[in-house]
């Protein structure tokens, strides 16, 4: 059974930062890209960082100077460093898994996790 499954969200001030982890199990994890996306009530969903296979890493300008993300292959694990947040980084934040990615484009991703809540207070 595929599974991703993230976990390390949570209600944390402004300035504050998060890591975020997706674990990964069910398929051959050294062979998928990872991206992290996130979508705010009423809004649509937006993607943040993606990590190839090989370890290359893509960033939305709206994170770029903010956020880090990594993969360790040994784990089947992808993380999300978060600093310098902001109340309008609320949101559910899910990871995805894409075959031959990664792609900016959520509706190219073929694994999704069940989302992990990021609360920012100001």
């Known amino acids: 059974e595929v599974q991703l499954v993230e976990s390390g969200g949570g209600l944390v001030q402004a300035g504050g930062s998060l890591r975020l982890s997706c674990a990964a199990s069910?398929?051959?994890?050294?062979?998928?890209?990872i991206g992290w996306f996130r979508q705010a009530p009423g809004k649509e969903r937006e993607g943040l960082s993606f990590?190839?296979?090989?370890?290359?890493?893509y960033f939305d300008d709206s994170v770029k100077d903010r956020f880090t993300i990594s993969r360790d292959n040994e784990k089947n694990t992808v993380y999300l460093q978060m600093n310098s947040l902001k109340p309008e980084d609320t949101a559910v934040y899910y990871c995805?898994?894409?075959?031959?990615?990664?792609?900016?484009?959520?509706?190219?991703?073929?694994?999704w996790g069940q989302g992990t809540q990021v609360t920012v207070s100001s």
């Open positions: 995805a898994a894409a075959f031959s990615g990664p792609y900016s484009d959520w509706n190219l991703y073929d694994y």
């Open positions: 990590i190839s296979a090989h370890g290359s890493a």
């Open positions: 069910g398929f051959t994890f050294d062979d998928y890209a």
